[in-house]
C-alpha cells in the first residue's frame, strides 16, 4: 500500500541555519505529495504542495521539489528562524479510489534555538 | 466560525463506554475526514465524506467505529465499547474537494484517554 517515511527526529538547528528534512513515498500511479506543519497549540496546516514530477512547491521560504525518480520529496529551507519551531509532516494523496485521503508520515519535531 | 471546530476538546472515559466526537467543518466544504493520530506518529486515515455519503471508510479499524454526517455539514465520529488502546487525538478536516486536489483544512482535534 501507500506509504510515506520521513527522516528520523527530532532535529534541533540555531537560527538561521539550513534546514533539510528527508522524506521518501511508496505509491502506485502518480501521487500528490505535500507538506503539512503543526505549530504548537495549533491544528494541522499545509505549507506547500506539488502535484506531478519536477514540481517544485513553494511556500514562506521552505521549498520542496516532486522527485519521481528517487520517489522523494524533501523539505529545505536556506535560513530557519525561531517562529520555523513545529512539526512537519509529509503526506500524499494518491488519486483515483484514494481521492480523499492523504497518508502521512510519522512527523519530524523541529526545534529552533536564538 | 471562521475554522474546523471539534468538541469536547479533551475526553476521558472508562472502558467500555461509548463516546461520540464533534465536528463543525468550514461552512461550505463538502468533503470532511476524520484521521486519528496516537503519540509520536502522524495522522491515520480513519473515513472520507463527500456530502452525507461515506465515499471512502477504509481506515476504520473495527465494527465499534462508525461515523455520521446526516446534513452533509456537521459530522459525528461514535466509537462503542472504547478499548484503551483508542486512546489518542481524533483530527477532523474538511476541503472543498477532495484533499488530492484542493488543501483540507484542520481542527486542533479531541484528545480521547480511555482509563
Known amino acids: 500500500g501507500d506509504s510515506v517515511t520521513q527522516m528520523e527526529g527530532p532535529v534541533t538547528l540555531s537560527e538561521e541555519a539550513f534546514l533539510t528534512i528527508n522524506c521518501t513515498y511508496t505509491a502506485t500511479g502518480y501521487p500528490s505529495l505535500f507538506w503539512y506543519v503543526q505549530y504548537p497549540g495549533e491544528g494541522l496546516q499545509l505549507l506547500l504542495k506539488a502535484t506531478k514530477a519536477d514540481d517544485k512547491g513553494s511556500n514562506k521560504g521552505f521549498e520542496a521539489t516532486y522527485r519521481k525518480e528517487t520517489t522523494s520529496f524533501h523539505l529545505e529551507k536556506g535560513s530557519v528562524q525561531v517562529s520555523d519551531s513545529a512539526v512537519y509532516f509529509c503526506?500524499?494523496?494518491?488519486?483515483?479510489?484514494?481521492?480523499?485521503?492523504?497518508?502521512f508520515g510519522q512527523g519530524t519535531i523541529l526545534t529552533v534555538h536564538p | 466560525g471562521a475554522g474546523v471546530s471539534q468538541t469536547p476538546s479533551n475526553k476521558v472515559t472508562e472502558k467500555g463506554k461509548y463516546v461520540e466526537l464533534r465536528c463543525d467543518p468550514i461552512s461550505g466544504h463538502t468533503a470532511l475526514y476524520w484521521y486519528r493520530q496516537s503519540l509520536g506518529q502522524g495522522p491515520e486515515f480513519l473515513i472520507y465524506?463527500?456530502?452525507?455519503?461515506?465515499?471512502?471508510d477504509s481506515g476504520l479499524p473495527n465494527d465499534r467505529f462508525f461515523a455520521v454526517r446526516p446534513e452533509g455539514s456537521v459530522s459525528t465520529l461514535k466509537i462503542q465499547r472504547t478499548e484503551r488502546g483508542d486512546s489518542a487525538v481524533y483530527l477532523c478536516?474538511?476541503?472543498?474537494?477532495?484533499?488530492?486536489?484542493?488543501?483540507?483544512?484542520f481542527g486542533q482535534g479531541t484528545r480521547l484517554t480511555v482509563v
Open positions: 465524506f463527500q456530502g452525507t455519503g461515506a465515499a471512502d
Open positions: 478536516a474538511s476541503s472543498p474537494q477532495g484533499a488530492g486536489r484542493t488543501e483540507a483544512f
Open positions: 503526506a500524499l494523496n494518491a488519486g483515483g479510489t484514494s481521492y480523499g485521503k492523504l497518508t
